[in-house]
Each structure stands twice: as structure tokens, then as C-alpha cells.
């Protein structure tokens, strides 16, 4: 008997927590499967693809020697999702099947053998390590994620940039078109030390990580990152690459408008429902004391919206995407924004006054 009696929620826990990072269809078929080890604190659920690699620990006393079995990830986590909650579950192996028992339910799944499980080799030689809570890492990632370049062909884009410097840690992502900075003081101060984490790697750190205030801890190093917490440890290849000059992109203007958050985001949301659907562009028109938000398609539609304020700069007509807009302002979390503007070729900057942990840089656009 490899496990024998354990409850349902107990097994289902660790799996869904790796499970995350795994394909139903794989180059290698072990590549679908979970490992799970058997050991003395209960059992370790392990998945891969080779560029991240998952370990979550069920922590139980389990009868038995240590062994180990992989079988398929998405297929254990929908039968054990299938039986009811507070289930007893037993999981026998024979040969290469493992049988899977739960009240009267039996499902006979097939097995691959453990020692064809392709860990990643540790490459954290001479890593950083730093910690800090789990519930300040996952704001933080959240703050950025949202301006990561999807398949972009200058694939260092496709991830976040993470920068340990001193006593602060700073997070940056960008596609070209936007780009998103934060940062947050430290206890201890760290050697400098920047890696690109991929963008597998944040999307699976923003559904581990909770909001609590247990501490994380951060090893990195030139090819790898270890980030564990909790039960969990993750290990990721990071991307290599030179990411962009940030501080040469996030701009220096005069022009500044001070306004309630909410207002704007709401006035941007009823302005973007008239937007061109391809090009989604907006006008923001700048006068004395006036902010118009103008927005047009191509059915000669058009939708118009006046927010008053203290402007006091020269009048400006520029225009933007209202998602990436949209973005930045949806993603602070703040009861007032200040825009920052230029000309009308220059980007306008988002920061939340008194603060500058938090900058926003967004292209202009043709309209």
C-alpha cells in the first residue's frame, strides 16, 4: 500500500498547489505526471517542464517505507476533485498501476516509472538570499504583471525584471508600449542582483502566494531562482537576456494633474465602450481646469467625458490606449493618482502623490 487512508482534501492540497505548471500534452509523456515521494514527514508532490519545477510537502503520517510513483497530474486531480469532501482515499501501487480507492470508487491508473522523473539541476551557486512576506511579494508582483510583453520576439520582455539593490527591492515589466515599476524597502541590505523571472514563474507565484504575512524566502542567482514558502518551493530557470534601461524610459515632466482615482477609471471605462475595438485609442484633451475624454469607432460613434481639476499647464491633445490606461489605474490602490504630461509625443507618467515606490510610463498613440 503506498497511502493508505487519508482524507481527500489532505491529498488534494499539495497536488493542486504543482499541479499549475503541467500540459495533458507533453514532448515526454512523463512530463504529464506528478512525482510523489514518500518520506518521513508524509509525502512531496513534484511536477515539471523542465523550465519550473513545483514541490509542495503533505505533511501526515503515512505507513511504509519511503518509495516513489509518477502518475498523470490532471487525471488524479479530477478524480480526487470527483469525490466527496472528508473522503477516506487509498492509493496502491502494483507494478505499474496504481489503484485509487474511495468509498465504493475505484480507479486503476497507469504509472511511469519514478526514476525517469526529470528534476531540474540546481544551478543557485552563490545565490542571493533575501525574505520577505508572502503578502508583500504577491502585491508586488500584481503590480507589475499586467504590462508583461506576451510572446514578444525580444523575449527578455516576456517576463519580470526582479532587482535586489541595497536595502530595496524593485520589480519592472514592459512590452514596448507600457512599462510598470515598483518598489519596496528591506530589512537588510543585500550586494545588487537582477534576474528575469518568466512569465510561467509570476503567474504561478500570483496563485501560490497568499496575503499573509509569513516570510518568503528569495535565492537567486545568474540561470536560477528558488523561491520557497510555507510547504512550497519553486525553481525556475530565469531568462536570459538584457532587459531595458527602466530609468531611461520613465520620464521627467512639469505638467502634473492631481485627480480622484475612481473618477477617471470610471470616466475611462464608459469612454472605452465607444472605443475603436482594434486600436482601442482615447483623447485626452487638457485645457484650464478641464480633462475631456474623448473616445470614437469606426461607426462615426463617438463618447465624451468632462472631469474637472486644478490643470494649470499649457492645453495638450494627445492620445492612448485606454486598456493600458486602464490597467495601471485598475492595479494602484490609492484614493487619488497624479498624471504627468509633456508634449503630445511624450509618454505620460502615473505615480500616486507623495509616493515614489510607483510609476506607470504609457506610450502615446495616433488617433
Known sequence: MFIKQIDRNELLKPLQAVVGIVERKQPLPILSNVLIKKNKEGAKFITTDLEIQIEAQLR??????????????????DILRAIPDNSAVSLDNQENRLLVKANKSKFNLQTLPAQDFPMLTEQLSGAAKIEIQ??????????????????????????????????SIKLIATDGHRLAFISEELIESHNKQE???SRK?????????????????????????????TD??????VIDGKFPDYNRVIPTHTNHLTLDRL??????????????????????????????????????????????????????????????????????????????????????????????DYKYVVMPMRI
Not at 512550497?232 to 530557470?237: C, F, G, Y
Open 195 to 197: 534576474v528575469i523571472l
Open 201 to 229: 514563474t509570476v503567474n504561478e507565484l500570483l496563485k501560490l502566494l497568499t496575503d499573509s504575512e509569513e516570510l518568503v524566502t528569495l535565492e537567486l542567482a545568474e540561470k536560477q531562482v528558488r523561491i520557497s514558502f
Open 232 to 237: 512550497i518551493v519553486l525553481t525556475s530557470k
Open 60 to 77: 501526515a503520517e503515512l505507513d511504509g517505507a519511503e518509495s516513489s510513483i509518477t502518475i498523470s497530474a490532471k487525471k488524479l486531480q
Open 134 to 167: 508572502q503578502g508583500i511579494l504577491r502585491r508586488l508582483l500584481g503590480s507589475v504583471q499586467y504590462a508583461m510583453a506576451q510572446q514578444d520576439i525580444r523575449y527578455y520582455l516576456n517576463g519580470v525584471l526582479l532587482v535586489i539593490d541595497g536595502t
Open 263 to 356: 473618477t477617471i477609471l470610471q470616466a475611462l471605462q464608459r469612454a472605452a465602450i465607444l472605443s475603436n475595438e482594434k486600436f482601442r485609442g482615447v483623447r485626452l484633451l487638457l485645457t484650464e481646469k478641464n480633462l475631456r475624454i474623448i473616445s470614437s469607432n469606426s461607426e462615426q460613434e463617438e463618447a465624451q467625458e468632462d472631469i474637472e481639476n486644478e490643470y494649470q499647464g499649457a492645453p495638450l491633445d494627445i492620445g492612448f490606449n485606454v486598456n493600458y490606461l486602464l490597467d495601471g489605474i485598475n492595479n494602484i490602490n490609492t484614493q487619488t493618482i497624479t498624471l504627468s504630461f509633456g508634449d503630445q509625443n511624450s509618454s505620460l507618467l502615473i505615480t500616486i502623490p507623495g509616493k515614489a
